[in-house]
């Protein structure tokens, strides 16, 4: 496909070949993954900034990044195409509800890290059952239908739950500490792309492991340089390491934002039922392609 020619008219799909759909999600790539691990961190200090610094507690908390979550999620959703500014915007404000959720259920509701950990893992298997069931792709960067998006922005807020779970466990029931808990992690990412490289296990499998634990990690990098000394961070506090790391994730999004203007993402094929064959909803704006 060489170029494209036209917008297909109303929102249904044509059933000619020549029927694509724009693409609403990323490549995964390296400046993927350092989106990601940033705003992550920034979902994390953000969070304490809100519940703990600011006193207003894990539940109101909860409810407020929920309630953004919303809203930036329905922009998402009723984008046309990539805009790497509203794409991020999701993946923060899932780290900020995801850490909040996780508070809640491990602090305030007294689960416990573990407790917490298993139902978030439950919650998160359901969403993945539901997904093959549906019939929708599990490849994420060929997703384009809006069933297949919804159950994509679900899945990574409980990854992102599941997350600040994981890294909390291991930094304080097993008092391994906030550096190290980062190195532990840094490490299992590091086997993830040896694995990616050197086995033939799944990729979408590789990716989910890497999203999840790319959560801990980024929240454990944020309370290096948030907490106190004596907790094993460098003291700069919520407010500064929450005001570092936008400054540092609006950088990145310009960077991706020229990047895709400059080389604009290929559409992907008009949307079809992975079980059935039958034509889907899709999640973007539906074009027509000339050779």
């Known amino acids: 496909m060489s170029s494209l020619a036209h917008e297909s008219a109303g929102s249904g799909v044509s059933e000619h070949s020549t029927s694509y759909v724009m693409r609403k999600l990323p490549h995964v790539t390296v400046v993927f993954w350092i989106l990601k691990i940033v705003a992550t961190t920034l979902g994390e200090t953000a969070g304490d900034l809100l519940g703990i610094t600011l006193n207003v507690g894990y539940l109101l908390s909860g409810l407020i990044y929920l309630a953004l979550f919303a809203v930036a999620v329905a922009v998402q959703m009723n984008a046309r195409r990539f805009h790497p500014a509203v794409f991020w915007t999701v993946i923060a404000l899932t780290s900020t509800a995801g850490t909040e959720i996780s508070d809640f259920l491990n602090r305030t509701g007294g689960l416990g890290y573990t407790n917490g950990a298993l139902i978030l893992t439950s919650c998160l298997a359901i969403v993945?059952?539901?997904?093959?069931?549906?019939?929708?792709?599990?490849?994420?960067?060929?997703?384009?239908?809006?069933?297949?998006?919804?159950?994509?922005?679900?899945?990574?807020?409980?990854?992102?739950?599941?997350?600040?779970?994981?890294?909390?466990?291991?930094?304080?029931?097993?008092?391994?500490?906030?550096?190290?808990?980062?190195?532990?992690?840094?490490?299992?990412?590091?086997?993830?792309?040896?694995?990616?490289?050197?086995?033939?296990?799944?990729?979408?499998?590789?990716?989910?492991?890497?999203?999840?634990?790319?959560?801990?990690?980024?929240?454990?990098?944020?309370?290096?340089?948030?907490?106190?000394?004596?907790?094993?961070?460098?003291?700069?506090?919520?407010?500064w390491t929450s005001l570092t790391l936008l400054t540092v994730l609006i950088g990145l999004i310009v960077y991706q934002t020229v990047q895709v203007r400059r080389h604009p993402l290929d559409p992907l094929p008009a949307p079809v039922n992975r079980r059935t064959g039958q034509p889907e909803r899709p999640n973007g704006q539906v074009v027509g392609a000339v050779s």
């Open 128 to 239: 993945f059952l539901v997904w093959w069931r549906t019939g929708q792709t599990l490849d994420v960067e060929n997703v384009a239908t809006f069933k297949g998006e919804i159950l994509y922005w679900i899945a990574i807020l409980f990854s992102n739950s599941l997350g600040t779970s994981s890294g909390d466990f291991l930094a304080d029931d097993l008092d391994v500490g906030f550096r190290n808990g980062f190195l532990i992690f840094a490490g299992l990412m590091v086997l993830l792309l040896a694995a990616r490289y050197l086995t033939k296990v799944n990729r979408m499998v590789l990716f989910w492991l890497a999203f999840i634990l790319t959560r801990p990690l980024g929240a454990t990098a944020g309370d290096s340089l948030s907490k106190p000394l004596a907790q094993g961070g460098l003291n700069w506090g919520t407010e």
